[in-house]
Each structure stands twice: as C-alpha cells, then as structure tokens.
C-alpha cells in the first residue's frame, strides 16, 4: 500500500484545521483531488491524518479499528488528557463497544423523536421570547441574542438547571468544548468548577427525583449504568453537543440563507421547505466541521493510505459534505435538494442521539424568523462576517449582525 505525505512541506499546515475562514472548500476540494486521506498536523507533534472524501469518511466512521477511547491514544497525549480533564473524556463520545452502548442506553430514549417531539411548544415559547427581546434599535448579533441562548435554555430546561446557573455554562461550554488534548489550565479549571457544580446539584436533586433528564441521569447512576465520573462527563456531553453545534446551525443556516436572497424567498413562500432547507444547512455548513478525535488502534489503510497504531485520524464531515462524487454540483446552496443524504450527526454508532432535538429547534427557529421578520437582513458586508478560528471540532460564526426590521406578532 502507498505511504501518503511523508515530508514536512507535505504536510497540512496547522492553520488549515484552526483557521478554516469563510470558504474552505475550494481548497478542500484540491486537496481530495490529489488523494482523500492527507497527513496534518494536529494537534502539533501528533502523527496525524485528515480524510476528505464522502466514501472514505462515511466507512471509516464505522470502522471499530478507529477506537475514540483514551486508553488508545499515543502516550504522551494520554497523559495530556488525564490531566487536563477525564472530565471532558468520560463519556459515550469517547468509549467504543459495549462501554459506549452502556453510556448510550440510559438516555437514548430522551432523545426519540416522538419524545422531544413534547418538546414543540415550549420551544416555541422561547424563541418568540427572545424575538420579542430584540432592542428597538432594529440591529442586533443574531448569534448572542438568538442562536447561543436558544439550545442553551433548551437544553438547560431539558436537564432541569436552576434558571438562575445557566449563564455559568456559556463560559464552561466554551472552554470545555476545545477538546482534551489541546486543552491547558483553563481547561482544568473549568472542569473542576463544573464538576463541583454538578457534583452538589446531583446530590440535591436526588432528594427530590424529577421528570427531567437529570433525575433520569441520576437514576442511571444509581441502577449501576454510570460510574460518579461518567454521570459529570455525560452532562458535560449533553450540555456541550445540546447547545453550541445548535447555536451554529442556527447561525450559519441564516447567514446561508441571508446570502443568497433567492433562497430565502422559496423558503418565505413555501414554509414546508424549512426541514428540507436544514438538511442542505447542515450539509453544505454544518455546525461540526469534523467528527469527534479518533485514533488507530492497529495498523490499518484507508484508501491505500497506511495509518500506523497510536495515528490520529480526522473526519471532515464539511469537506465530505462537498464531494462531487455524492452531490451534484456540491458548493451550490439549493434549500429544495432531495435526496440529500449527509453526514453532518454523523454515521454508525456514535451517531448524534441529540439529531432529533437538534432539528426540531432548527425547524422552529427557522419558521418562525421567517413568519416574524420579513425584513431580516445582514447588517455588514457578507465579506464582513467572521468565523470562528479555534482548535475545536466546531464550525461557527464569530458573530451575525442583522437589522431586524419590522417584528410581526407572534
């Protein structure tokens, strides 16, 4: 089998994976061109490989060599991890087999379709809320005072979290979600904080069991499913996953949409869309630029690449989104594309549980911005819009200034 990119001019610069800017694509494309699985450099020090193409993603996100628990990782990232946070590395996005099914299991079912479904109208409730927040001025960040607090009270609400706490979890969400691996004592910090956090409101909230997801969590722990540290590391998931890849999507599908006008008016004018418009949302921007980390735990190939054991292999879940071998016409943003099977939650067994919620808060965010501000519009320069340059899996806006307009009742 060929070895791919054994020189350090062939490497992937770092910047390609922490500075994506507004359209990566192009070069993404180049790159799949040449060969769907490149070397990369991160995190810095790390034999380490990027994989491009739709095929080869889909396959190796079902590929059981491809282990996400920490034990597999190359030693001296291990140890980075254990003590930065297990916090952060205890839960079912980083387990594989039987432990990821007995992390899963116990809230798989809060998050069925039919069950969030009940969801509907309380979310409702809180995204006119926060249209009818909106300052007189007419301008506002779409992204601070809609997309970021939205899945956040959702999910806060869902877990049932004091009102009160939640503007703790912005800043934790933010720092916990750079990833174990590149994290330092911030990250710590903020784990020991939010475990501490948890930790008391656990212990209180099982004097008082409810119908919420923490007291399922909570039982869960107590039948045995969850170890103390994987009840924290599971909440972390849920807040992290439940709130800024929603944020995201919320704000790079109205940034999609703001963009291209003409889009914009087939949604306006016919509503139904909107389910079929988020599909192609999370397809061509998605909210997880990549899969969460995965390590080779054997020598292995991927498309006649050889990946030795202890390789970090990352999945570009944008870049499989633009392949040209799966999608017609791939850069093309079309709110009407049908089929359009993706692989932005992505595929096998650590499909995202949250999927169902997550579209369900997009469904109704998008409807109802569209029924109560027909004059939404970007407030900058589209050239003006700048995204998120960081080492975290996610792809999102720095910020989405619009003018508001005219606000129609709720």
Not at 63 to 87: G, H, I, T, W
Not at 111 to 136: H, S, Y
Not at 331 to 341: A, G, L
Request: glycine fraction near 8%.
């Amino acid at each position: 089998m060929p070895e791919v990119m054994t020189t350090d001019s062939d490497v992937i610069p770092t910047e390609y994976f922490t500075t994506p800017g507004p359209d990566p694509h192009p070069r993404t494309a180049e790159l799949r061109s040449q060969c769907p699985v490149h070397r990369i450099n991160v995190p810095p020090g790390a034999q380490a490989y990027a994989v491009l193409s739709n095929k080869v993603v889909e396959e190796a996100l079902g590929d059981a060599r491809l282990s996400k628990q920490v034990e597999n990782l190359p030693e001296e990232f291990r140890e980075k991890v254990v003590d930065n946070s297990l916090l952060v590395a205890g839960n079912l996005g980083f387990a594989d087999g039987p432990r990821h099914t007995r992390l899963k299991e116990p809230i798989r079912r809060a998050f069925l379709p039919g069950t969030v479904a009940r969801l509907a109208p309380r979310i409702q409730e809180i995204v006119d809320d926060l249209i009818d927040g909106f300052p007189d001025s007419g301008e506002v960040d779409l992204l601070t005072e809609f997309a970021l607090p939205l899945p956040l009270t959702v999910i806060c609400e869902y877990l049932g979290i004091p009102v009160e706490d939640r503007p703790l979890f912005l800043r934790w969400s933010h720092v916990l979600s750079q990833g174990p691996c590149t994290g330092d004592g911030e990250l710590k910090a903020a784990g020991e904080e939010f475990s501490a956090y948890f930790t008391a409101l656990a212990a209180e909230r099982r004097k008082d069991l409810r119908d919420d997801l923490l007291s399922m969590i909570i039982r869960a722990r107590d039948e045995g499913s969850y170890s103390d540290q994987e009840l924290l590391s599971t909440l972390l998931l849920l807040i992290i996953a439940g709130h800024k890849t929603v944020a995201n999507m919320i704000g790079n599908g109205t940034s999609l949409l703001l963009r291209h006008p003409e889009q914009l008016a087939l949604l306006r004018q016919d509503p139904a869309t909107i389910p079929t418009a988020i599909e192609e949302i999370l397809r061509i921007e998605g909210s997880a630029g990549w899969a969460s980390l995965r390590t080779a735990a054997e020598d292995m190939h991927l498309a006649g690449v050889d990946i030795p054991k202890g390789s970090f292999v990352h999945l570009s879940l944008n870049a499989a989104g633009h392949d040209p071998d799966v999608y017609e016409d791939p850069d093309r943003f079309d709110v009407t594309r049908s089929p359009n099977r993706h692989l932005a939650f992505g595929h096998g067994a650590h499909f995202c549980i949250g999927a169902p919620l997550a579209r369900l808060q997009g469904q109704i965010a998008f409807s109802t911005l569209l029924r109560r501000l027909p004059g939404l519009a970007l407030a900058v320069p589209e050239d003006e819009i700048e995204w998120v340059s960081d080492s975290s899996l996610s792809r999102g806006l720095v910020a989405l200034p619009v003018r508001v307009g005219r606000r129609l009742p709720r």
